[in-house]
């Protein structure tokens, strides 16, 4: 089993380069009224190495949609996975872990970046949201370590790179959400 530290280690090691990846506006609707936008989704595909030689097989996405809460503030929500078929985080080994994270940061970034367009919302996020649990399973499915290792490991990934005011953990039965005040 990977071992958290060995984890943490990598995350300073500025020689992990993203896969590349294809970011796609997805969705986006606007106020009727003011024309701002109240709702937008992104998706990256990215791949690995291998599969990026033919520039058009993707075997995991990454997604983030982003929503105007009643009270004005923005909500980036972040999940990623794999395709049908294709490997998860943990299949991959420490260091496809490593670049699976830089990927997810340089996407978030890249969204971050577009938001603050006037044409777009014109700020970054108030809040980043997130559940350590693989998608579409509750942490209940997975060994207790691994799933506390995973929001540790996501926790220190948005610690280095976003410098986050606050981070909260809520756990509901089974499942565990995490929200980061920017």
Partial sequence: MIKLLDLLKEIGDASV???QYRLDESHVERD???GEI????????YGSDYMQD???IYDSQIYVGIERLSDGEIDMEISFGTL????????????EAMKVMA????????VMKKMQRPDQWGR??????FSPARTGKTDSNLNPKFAIQRQKLYTA???KHLKPKRIDTVNIGSNTSVSVTL
């Fill in 17 to 19: 380069e993203p896969y």
């Fill in 32 to 34: 009727e009224d003011t």
């Fill in 38 to 45: 109240i709702e937008q989704n992104f998706h990256a595909l």
């Fill in 54 to 56: 033919t520039g058009d």
């Fill in 84 to 95: 049908e078929g294709g490997q998860t985080i943990t299949d991959r080994g420490v260091k």
């Fill in 103 to 110: 990927t997810v940061v340089a996407v978030v970034k890249e």
């Fill in 124 to 129: 970054k996020p108030d809040y980043i949201s």
């Fill in 157 to 159: 990934f948005i610690n």
